[in-house]
Structures are given as structure tokens and as C-alpha cells.
């Protein structure tokens, strides 16, 4: 039964991610150097800033440490639940049959 209801939920959702998805991968997140305010460039930033306003948009509450980090909470129990992840790319380089970043 769970498993048929959490199967439903994404499938139900499949356009609305997959748009997060192409969101996300339009951002040209390459590490750049560090300047004031963007310890890992321009790019990275805005990969971050990009997720937390979607995880924003979907009611969660999120946090910008400095632009080195992001957090997105459920609730505000105690026991949490880790989820690591990172937004930056290495660069694109050559050989690609698709344009990247889309």
C-alpha cells in the first residue's frame, strides 16, 4: 500500500520535476573563482539560489549560509533525515551531440 501510494505521488508529478530538473541543469554551475559573496563564482550560486526558491515554492523552509551551503527543513523536529547533494558541474569540454545545459 505505501509503496503504491509513493509510486502515485511521483508519477502524478513526473512533468513537475523533470521541469526542476531542466531548470537546474540550464544553470551553467561551473566553479569560477571566489569573489565577496561567492566563495564558488557566480554559477554555483545561482544553482543554489535556484533550488531553494523551488524547495521554497513547495513549502519547505530554506537556508543560504554565505552561498557555501543551502538547507531545506521539512519541519522542525529534532530527528532529521540527511540528504547530501551538490549543484556545481565540471565543464562541459568537448564531444557533446547534445548543447549542454539544456
Known amino acids: 500500500m505505501l509503496q503504491e501510494r509513493i509510486h502515485s505521488y511521483f508519477e502524478n508529478r513526473e512533468s513537475a520535476f523533470v521541469d526542476g530538473i531542466s531548470r537546474l541543469i540550464a544553470v551553467k554551475s561551473v566553479r569560477e573563482e571566489s569573489r565577496p559573496g561567492l566563495p564558488f563564482g557566480r554559477g554555483p550560486a545561482d544553482a543554489l539560489a535556484l533550488a531553494l526558491g523551488m ?4 513549502g519547505f523552509a530554506t ?3 554565505d552561498n557555501y551551503v543551502g538547507t531545506v527543513n521539512f519541519n522542525e523536529r529534532e530527528t532529521r533525515l540527511g540528504i547530501l547533494c551538490h549543484l556545481d558541474v ?3 569540454g568537448l564531444g557533446w551531440s547534445t548543447p549542454p545545459y539544456q
Open 55 to 58: 524547495a521554497g515554492e513547495m
Open 63 to 65: 537556508a543560504n549560509f
Open 90 to 92: 565540471v565543464g562541459e
